[in-house]
């Protein structure tokens, strides 16, 4: 069982198979109230694999505290019931639904984005072979790559609310 709550992040995001996107240190506060997405355009070595997303507020001295999160497993992409596999190597389009969070960073914080393909304990992991999955013991590590192009551009949706006069 994970424990809930907020916590550093920095170890996680020293790791080598973590992508960490930051804004630059915000001159305004910024509330965020409601569902979080992240569209991700990738292809994977692997016939099936796990992609992570996590929302974290990252204080000026460098304290990151997640925020919220969520997981996509590439088999699911298309519907949650009926599992495609992956043709590696093929560029496919992943919704993360990341649950609702309400936060105001601060001015001075950075709005910062997590993407990797485990977050284990707190999803199961995925062994990347395609496999019926709990099957077996089998792994294989996979390459991930995440798009930034014009057709494909990987983009996080937040839900910005906007102070009143």
Do not use: W
């Not at 019926?132 to 494909?152: I, K, N, S, Y």
């Amino acid at each position: 069982m994970v424990p809930g709550g907020a916590f550093d992040q920095r170890a996680i995001e020293n790791r080598a198979d973590v992508l960490v996107y930051s804004t630059l240190p915000l001159t305004e506060e910024v509330e965020v109230t409601g569902p979080i997405r992240l569209t991700l355009y990738a292809s994977s070595s692997a016939p099936d694999s796990d992609f992570t997303a996590k929302l974290v507020d990252v204080d000026p001295d460098g304290h990151a505290r997640n925020l919220t999160d969520g997981i996509i497993r590439a088999r699911y992409r298309e519907s949650p019931s009926d599992a495609v596999l992956l043709k590696p190597g093929q560029v496919y389009e992943y919704t993360i639904e990341m649950g609702a969070t309400s936060n105001v960073f601060a001015a001075g914080h950075r709005i910062r984005l997590e993407i990797a393909s485990s977050n284990f304990p707190r999803f199961d992991r995925n062994p990347n072979t395609g496999h019926d999955l709990f099957a077996d013991a089998e792994t294989c590590p996979a390459l991930q790559t995440v798009m930034h192009c014009a057709g494909c551009a990987s983009h996080l949706t937040l839900p910005v609310i906007h102070a009143r006069a």
